[in-house]
């Protein structure tokens, strides 16, 4: 059966195939076969300059080789499954593929020196925190800055809407609807200020970490810092020491970083969710599109519990990730290698999330009579603000005479306080200072 949108297993690759191309370069198959190629090439290129043997690979074949990674294309990518089926592993096949390439571009003489003295998870352990690196780079973090943008712009444009809160599911202080939003938006920069600071960390050094086949052939090089400054030239940093694998630590780290903004924009999924249940906000109809196959009238909030949904599951695998891959049997493994091919999948929902997040928020029209209103029928959270005032001024017992004036069966009107400020053994100016509080207009700073 030929796999396509309507055939695939998972919806990254079927139903969302369009929405998650821009992680395919990154995460399929091609693309970690095209990084291990990149790995290989600018490995053998750094040798070029090191080893005696390799001082008369012509430096003009360099591009040659470049080429071979920056132009590979899924043809090459097939070509190397094909030697797969042979060598059954993956990284050997690349090694193949590379030697018979070299031939082809007359540089077979030294093609030995393709792979030369490691272990393939010194490949892959470079070529896939490449990959992680790169995508969130060029993808991830501007999306998230696009998304934070786009915050930012509604805080402002609703900074001074005041708004009723709400603790515990009961109306509250009244706060400000952008000053709600700004919340989010200062919780999601700091966690995304955290995240650029935790290095992509690459393990290389031979079969167990030790460079032991580089130092019997070349024991005179310092083969730590030739790997320091071949990984640092990758834009990565080396972990050491080392087992024949990364250990994974600043791995899971990113991904436990990428779960917390994920579970903030959870809370933001439902808050705007509930707003929307209370009316504060209507959302934009588009021509054609239906709410409820069986209710003509509803618009639901379909985008936020989407979003709500990818990220979700987006979490559950970010902590599998992080809980697994640091945790390997002695010096390796299979665990981690089959658990790595799938980080693009937790990537991708959380692709798809933030964009349903701002789909939905460009749907969002602000419902301003409807928040007034909760404001004007809940006239008992300046409860607060006259006890305070009361307490400043001595009087006795104040929570307690406006708990018994709150507490009561019956609606708390505008009216039903200021009687109750007037029946109070007060001065007049503090009473006249209190009749001037309204929903509307105790918000704080």
């Given at each position: ?198 290095p992509h960390s690459s393990k ?114 970010f902590e599998h990730l992080s ?36 789909k939905g928020l460009s749907k ?82």
């Open positions: 059966m030929e796999i396509n949108s309507l055939t695939a297993i998972g919806p990254i690759d079927g139903r969302y195939a369009e929405q998650t191309r821009t992680l395919s370069p990154y995460f399929s198959e091609a693309a970690l076969i095209r990084y291990r190629i990149q790995i290989e090439i600018e490995y053998f290129i750094a040798l070029a300059d090191l080893l005696p043997e390799l001082r008369t690979v012509p430096r003009e074949s360099f591009d040659k080789l470049r080429n071979l990674y920056k132009e590979f294309s899924n043809d090459d990518a097939h070509e190397v499954k094909e030697i797969e089926k042979t060598t059954n592993h993956d990284v050997k096949a690349v090694e193949y593929f590379l030697k018979s390439k070299m031939e082809a571009i007359k540089l077979g003489e030294w093609k030995e020196f393709v792979h030369f003295g490691l272990t393939s998870q010194d490949i892959n352990n470079t070529a896939i925190p490449l990959s992680l690196m790169e995508y969130l780079n060029d993808h991830y973090i501007l999306q998230l800055q696009n998304l934070l943008s786009e915050f930012s712009e509604r805080c402002e444009k609703w900074k001074d809407i005041p708004m009723l809160a709400h603790t515990h599911g009961q109306p509250a202080s009244p706060t400000r609807l952008g000053k709600e939003l700004e919340v989010f938006l200062v919780r999601i920069k700091k966690q995304l200020e955290l995240l650029e600071t935790i290389f050094g031979g079969a167990t970490g030790n460079f032991n086949a580089h130092v019997i052939a070349y024991p005179e090089i310092d083969w730590k810092s030739f790997a320091d400054d071949f990984v640092s030239s990758l834009g990565l940093t080396r972990s050491q020491p080392t087992t024949q694998i990364e250990h994974y630590d600043n791995m899971a780290a990113l991904f436990d970083n990428i779960k917390r903004i994920n579970t903030i924009l959870i809370d933001f999924c439902r808050d705007v969710w509930h707003y929307i249940s209370m009316g504060y906000f209507k959302q934009k109809i588009k021509a054609g599109e239906v709410g409820s196959s069986a209710m003509p009238h509803k618009v639901n909030p379909i985008d936020f519990e989407n979003a709500e949904g990818n990220l979700g599951i987006a979490n559950s695998l809980a697994k891959l640091p945790v390997s049997r002695l010096q390796r493994d299979l665990t981690d290698s089959t658990v790595l091919r799938n980080i693009g999948v937790p990537l991708g929902h959380t692709w798809l999330a933030i964009n349903s997040i701002s969002l029209e602000l419902n301003q009579p409807a928040i007034e209103a909760d404001l004007e029928n809940n006239w008992a959270v300046v409860a607060e603000a006259i006890q305070t005032i009361l307490r400043k001024e001595g009087y006795p017992d104040p929570y307690e005479a406006l708990k018994s004036l709150t507490r009561k069966n019956e609606k708390i009107t505008r009216q039903t306080i200021h009687n109750f400020i007037d029946s109070l053994d007060i001065k007049d100016g503090v009473k006249k200072k209190m009749k001037e509080i309204t929903p509307s207009n105790y918000l704080g700073v």
